[in-house]
């Protein structure tokens, strides 16, 4: 009975389709399934077939109906496993299938596809314009480097015909995976050793013998990035019924090696662009956690509740389900997590106040001291320096830095301030309230003073966390191996925190890990967002220097982001439902469309014109599970951690992006305006990096002075 390996291209080619291709392919894969290999090759219903002039004579085709087949590399060496690469229309299929040819990395033993006709093509009229140029791309790299990296002998002979990197992506959608990826990382500068252990180390199998195995199972296995094996007709079910869903947890082999390591020697710290994959290396980190010891207790954590309650989800889907797995992972976010601590060890639950009554305290502090400074910057004094430094006298703040801010405060003007302070937290005793960082002080102080509740924390989207918060996590772990587990991506920084990681007792030197290919997004969405943070610099994880998206990009392709502008908002609406109802109609499920804006004002009007079309839709507020079906509605503070096949951006105006209240003026901090500023780009960008294969961005008046000025 044969087995079937689906590739990635299969999945993005089955994505698109509509209901009733899809349904064909799930028959006629299920079918497949059933039929021995001589009875594949008989059966009149598939009509499984060679391809008539194919360059890889493994090369077949299968009926799913009248106007549409599949693609099938079929074995040639006694095998049984067959591999789906592409769904595509009946007339397409066989030229489509006679330009490719599948072979075996040298370096990565990977199974990889070329457009061997096309690269044939090609490659003669760039030999004789290369002769004439004054540079060439590759050139400072010898053949038997390039060979040592996995570059055969047609691909190097097209490598010495590029100029520069734009030639180089010109050849992407012919050249192998493997190959052009390494290609793309020499030219933007990396080492060949680095190229070797980011690129060709992670993806080659441990026993790898000096020759390729030529095997089709064989390689499959060992291309567990781009290939999928279904064990049995159940999984096969359940994937091509989601196939989205059932991709979310799955492990790629750069991702598999920070993930799976037996052990590292204190915190980890695991950086990259949207879409690489931190959250899944930090789901399977846990998964990796517990099987070490029956009694290992794991806190897996984040920023906020919507985070939290998909980690949960995606972790208990890694898991299947196990309850007994399940039961030693606490997941939460950091505040609750605090809160739970202080309730626990103080006896009584305490009471945080929201941004707006903190800020009105602030307020009454200014005017009955008189004091020359807005409550926005003493907000900023006391949740930057006195509570990021645990700062409870004035003499520690007389001497403390004030690195980031960017108004200098002499000791007589600190001793000015301080007043302010006392005042503040005067009032919040007074109440009997408090606010959340302060709750994850008294947290951190009361952790301090016991033992350790977790062997193993994990945490995600930590570009956002506060020291104070910090310092509840590192309170909440002994130090030691495997004691801290940290993800998260500096650019994607939307709440104002700023932290340095040494400063906090959490040293990650020689532990620290980058992961550099988006699997989420296609390269066309990536590069349009991407130019959303071009202009500025984003200081990295630790605090302790900048990052940078270099080496950063996707090997998915699709249609460029849609960027319009409209009259009124009322034309944008309208616009918007048109666009979600032709997605919807071309197989999109509503659950796999978000749609985001900036305020909930624009967001209900969203809501109320779908629901008025017929088009079901929930809030993501209201934690609608994976089984409720509808568009999903989130402002874009809500939409980190999120994904979809098709995003809509909507008001992405002047005036709104960036929203004049939430950027200090340059009068009052110019540090803090320019930190502001970046918040607000980070926030645009990652609402559009939470789209797969669409994204609109689509704004009335005055576009915003973030959106990247392709038009299309």
Not at 205 to 224: C, H, K, M, Q
Not at 424 to 430: K, N, P, T, W, Y
Not at 588 to 597: H, L, M, T, Y
Request: proline share 5%; glycine share 6%; charged share 25%.
């Amino acid at each position: 009975m044969p087995q079937l390996a689906f590739a990635n291209s299969f999945w993005e080619s089955y994505d698109v389709l509509e209901r009733p291709v899809k349904s064909g392919v799930r028959k006629a894969m299920a079918k497949f399934q059933l039929l021995t290999v001589p009875e594949l090759q008989a059966d009149k219903g598939l009509h499984l077939e060679s391809v008539e002039n194919a360059r890889d004579p493994r090369m077949r085709t299968i009926r799913i109906n009248d106007f549409w087949r599949g693609v099938v590399l079929a074995p040639d060496d006694g095998s049984d496993v067959f591999l789906l690469v592409n769904v595509v229309r009946h007339d397409d299929a066989y030229t489509w299938a006679a330009k490719r040819l599948y072979t075996t990395n040298s370096a990565t033993r990977a199974l990889e596809v070329r457009n061997v006709v096309a690269i044939e093509q090609l490659t003669p009229a760039l030999e004789k314009a290369a002769a004439t140029a004054d540079s060439l791309l590759f050139a400072t790299y010898s053949d038997a480097l390039l060979r040592e990296l996995g570059i055969d002998e047609q691909v190097l002979r097209a490598v010495r015909t590029i100029i520069d990197k734009a030639q180089l992506h010109a050849f992407e959608t012919l050249l192998p995976e493997d190959q052009f990826e390494v290609l793309h990382f020499l030219a933007e500068g990396f080492s060949p050793d680095e190229v070797y252990r980011d690129v060709v180390a992670v993806r080659r199998p441990v026993d790898a013998g000096p020759v390729p195995d030529e095997s089709l199972a064989v390689a499959i296995a060992n291309t567990t990035s781009r290939i999928r094996l279904v064990t049995g007709p159940e999984e096969l079910a359940d994937i091509l019924e989601k196939p989205f869903a059932a991709w979310r947890v799955f492990l790629h082999p750069s991702q598999r090696r920070v993930a799976y390591r037996v052990s590292y020697g204190g915190p980890v710290q695991v950086t990259g662009g949207p879409g690489t994959g931190k959250t899944v290396a930090a789901l399977h980190r846990v998964k990796h956690l517990l099987t070490r010891a029956p009694d290992t207790r794991i806190l897996l954590t984040t920023y906020t509740n919507a985070l939290a309650a998909a980690l949960h989800e995606s972790l208990s889907l890694l898991l299947d389900g196990d309850e007994s797995l399940l039961s030693r992972v606490e997941v939460t976010t950091v505040n609750a997590y605090a809160h739970g601590v202080v309730t626990r060890l103080d006896g009584k639950s305490p009471s945080p106040i929201n941004d707006r009554d903190e800020r009105q305290l602030w307020q009454r502090a200014v005017r009955k001291l008189g004091l020359p400074w807005t409550e926005q910057f003493l907000a900023q004094e006391y949740r930057h320096v006195i509570l990021a430094q645990d700062l409870r006298t004035l003499d520690a703040y007389r001497t403390a830095s004030r690195r980031g801010r960017g108004s200098a405060l002499s000791s007589t003007r600190r001793e000015h301030l301080w007043p302010a302070i006392e005042l503040f937290e005067s009032m919040l005793r007074d109440q009997r309230v408090t606010t959340h960082l302060k709750v994850c002080a008294r947290a951190a102080e009361l952790l301090a003073e016991s033992t350790p509740a977790y062997d193993h924390v994990v945490i995600d989207e930590a570009q956002d966390l506060h020291p104070a918060q910090w310092r509840v996590l590192r309170s909440a772990v002994a130090s030691g191996s495997d004691d801290l587990f940290i993800t998260g991506d500096p650019h994607q920084r939307i709440y104002d925190s700023k932290v340095s990681l040494g400063s906090l007792g959490i040293s990650v030197a020689g532990r620290t890990h980058r992961l550099r290919i988006n699997y989420r997004s296609t390269e066309e969405i990536l590069a349009w967002s991407t130019g959303i943070l071009s202009p500025v610099s984003v200081d990295d994880l630790g605090g302790e220097g900048s990052d940078s998206l270099a080496g950063y990009r996707s090997l998915l392709h699709g249609r460029r982001p849609h960027t319009d502008g409209y009259g009124s908002e009322q034309a944008e609406v309208a616009a918007l439902v048109d666009r979600v109802e032709a997605w919807i109609t071309q197989g999109i499920r509503p659950s796999e469309i978000g749609v985001c804006a900036r305020f909930n004002v624009l967001l209900d009007k969203v809501y109320d014109r779908l629901a008025a079309a017929g088009v079901p839709v929930v809030r993501v507020r209201d934690n609608p599970g994976p089984g409720s079906e509808g568009v999903r509605l989130a402002t874009m503070h809500a939409m980190k951690g999120l994904e979809f096949r098709c995003v809509a951006v909507v008001g992405v105006t002047a005036s709104a992006v960036p929203f004049a209240r939430e950027v200090t003026p340059a009068s009052v901090d110019t540090l803090q305006h320019e930190s502001d500023l970046l918040r607000e780009r980070c926030l645009l960008f990652v609402a559009c990096t939470r789209a797969r294969e669409a994204l609109a961005v689509s704004w009335s008046g005055s576009a915003s002075s973030f959106v990247p000025q392709q038009r299309g």
